[in-house]
């Protein structure tokens, strides 16, 4: 939402690609919604061909939408483990398994994915989250590569603790004092700083942390 309205206001159009249709940002006549479910991947090549189809010329996509979910792994159902892997990182290869023909025949692009802390050093309680995160910054890292000579661009952001509706459902989340979190609009000026970086200089990676990290463990 924070890097949508970000990208508005500099004066993007922008397809907004989630469950709920966020109602304020309807009012801008440059935002339209996309109502998908990313989790279900058998829907998936359908809806996003229908995209393709309406919005043949993509600038840029950010891929961010994710899920945080923690614990041992053996506290993980075999179900829990596909969904968590489905949405994190298997939603954005098929994204941009979608997007990137136009992109390449357009001559030009920029897939802008959202990682994470944990997509640079696993943790306790977070195997499958970390291993998410991890797959997503490898395809970011091959595409990279693989697409430059087409003129697109990728780029990866790696947050730390970001001021967000994560938490909600989880049993810790970050302290109270600004330093203690990043906030989601320092993700978005970070996205936009990307995208508008000279178009012969790629900004491969990005890491963000709060100056002070503090995790506040809570009873649920
Ligand atoms: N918050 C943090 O500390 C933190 C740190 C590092 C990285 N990240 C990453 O940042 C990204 C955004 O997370 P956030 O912190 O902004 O969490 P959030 O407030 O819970 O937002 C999650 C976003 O993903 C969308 N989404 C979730 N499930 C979806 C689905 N099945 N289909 C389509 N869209 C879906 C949500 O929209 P709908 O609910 O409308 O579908 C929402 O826009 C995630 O990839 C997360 O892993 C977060």
Do not use: W
């Amino acid at each position: 939402m924070a890097i949508a309205k970000q990208l508005l206001t500099k004066g993007y159009g922008v397809i907004g690609v989630s469950r709920r249709t966020p109602d304020d940002l309807l009012q801008n006549t440059k935002f339209s919604a996309l109502e998908m479910d990313l989790s279900n991947l058998d829907n998936l090549p359908d809806q996003l061909q229908d995209l393709v189809k309406t919005a043949p010329v993509i600038t840029a996509a950010v891929c961010c939408a994710g899920q945080g979910r923690f614990g041992c792994l053996e506290e993980f159902s075999f179900e829990q483990i596909r969904s968590l892997m489905d949405l994190n990182f298997t939603s954005q290869a098929y994204v941009t398994r979608a997007l990137l023909p136009n992109m390449k025949k357009n001559g030009f692009g920029h897939l802008i994915y959202i990682g994470s802390e944990a997509a640079l050093s696993g943790g306790r309680r977070g195997a499958i989250y970390s291993a998410s995160k991890f797959a997503l910054r490898g395809m970011a890292q091959s595409l990279r590569e693989e697409c430059a000579h087409n003129n697109i661009r990728v780029t990866i952001l790696n947050p730390g603790i970001v001021k967000t509706e994560f938490f909600d459902d989880l049993s810790f989340r970050h302290g109270e004092e600004p330093e203690n979190y990043i906030e989601p609009g320092d993700v978005a000026e970070a996205v936009l700083l990307a995208l508008e970086t000279r178009h012969g200089t790629v900004i491969d990676e990005i890491n963000l942390s709060p100056l002070k990290k503090v995790i506040r463990h809570e009873q649920k």
